[in-house]
């Protein structure tokens, strides 16, 4: 039978793991203006099926497919009596609409069940987290990650939403390996973040991920992070990809800076 790593294997990545979220915690939120939660930006079940919406489609998608889907049926239990063949031309425009629309109609028909009628989801915020998340986790098509969005955008609970931008970054960071699963992701990242920093890490590193650690190649000459990160050195010596600065975006004196610059007084290439 294969064996995991070492008790002490384990506590060093924990550390490890901890070590660099400080750091991009600290660098990342000086970049990206420290951000803050602020509370529920729409009520739980809108979050819910933005988030369905969200799935495997850019977010200008998603909100006007949510937009449609709003205007056509002003409540939720319209929604959830639609024919399912006219839910999806509504949604059309959000992509993947067969599968989203039962999806949706699905996921109602389960919170109508479970609020007695009353689309109050406010139980997911006073439950136990493990319970909370078990109950979205049990919705169809509902996953870790989109489970993790409606615990903390909708109720400031420290569940931290591993995306595809949030893995990338922190895999090349050297948290954790770049084949770990989503799942075991969430884990590895919540177990060393506070309950008060998960939403800045998770805002911080989509947005780090969107414009600068891009896939399939980061734009290292941008970054605050080269000095703690795995992939940086491999990247410098052309043994992994790495994007040139884009022309007319250097400018020292403003965001971003050049941490290397700063550091070891390297300027990135003209
Ligand atoms: S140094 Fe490069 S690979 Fe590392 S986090 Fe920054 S952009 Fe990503």
New binding site residues.
């Given amino acids: 039978m294969a064996r995991g790593p070492s008790p002490q294997k384990r506590a060093a990545d924990r550390r490890k793991r901890r070590r660099l979220a400080g750091v991009a915690l600290e660098r990342l939120g000086e970049r990206y203006e420290h951000p803050t939660w602020a509370g529920p930006r729409v009520d739980a079940v809108s979050e819910l099926v933005l988030t369905i919406l969200s799935q495997n489609t850019a977010d200008t998608n998603s909100f006007r497919a949510f937009t449609a889907l709003r205007e056509r049926y002003p409540t939720w239990p319209e929604v959830l009596a639609a024919p399912t063949d006219e839910l999806e031309d509504v949604l059309r425009p959000g992509g993947l609409a067969p599968t989203k629309s039962k999806r949706i109609q699905h996921v109602l028909a389960e919170v109508h069940s479970e609020t007695g009628g009353t689309w109050d989801l406010g139980f997911l915020g006073a439950w136990p987290l493990e319970r909370a998340r078990e109950w979205l986790t049990s919705l169809p098509g509902i996953g870790r990650k989109t489970a993790s969005i409606v615990l903390l955008f909708n109720f400031g609970r420290p569940a931290m939403p591993v995306d595809t931008h949030v893995h990338r ?1 922190a895999w ?2 050297g948290m954790f390996a770049r084949n770990t699963p989503l799942d075991r992701a969430h884990d590895f990242l919540e177990e060393v973040l506070e309950p008060l920093e998960m939403y800045p890490f998770h805002v911080e590193m989509i947005r780090h991920g969107r414009d ?2 891009r896939a399939p190649r ?3 000459g941008l ?1 605050p ?2 000095d703690v ?1 795995a ?2 050195p491999l ?1 410098a010596r052309g043994r992994a990809p790495m994007a040139p600065i884009p022309k007319g975006t250097p400018d020292p004196d403003a965001a971003p800076r050049f941490h290397d610059e700063l550091i070891h007084g390297w300027r990135p290439p003209e």
């Fill in positions: 970054v090349r960071l600068t650690c980061p734009i290292c970054c992070l080269t990160c992939y940086y990247a």
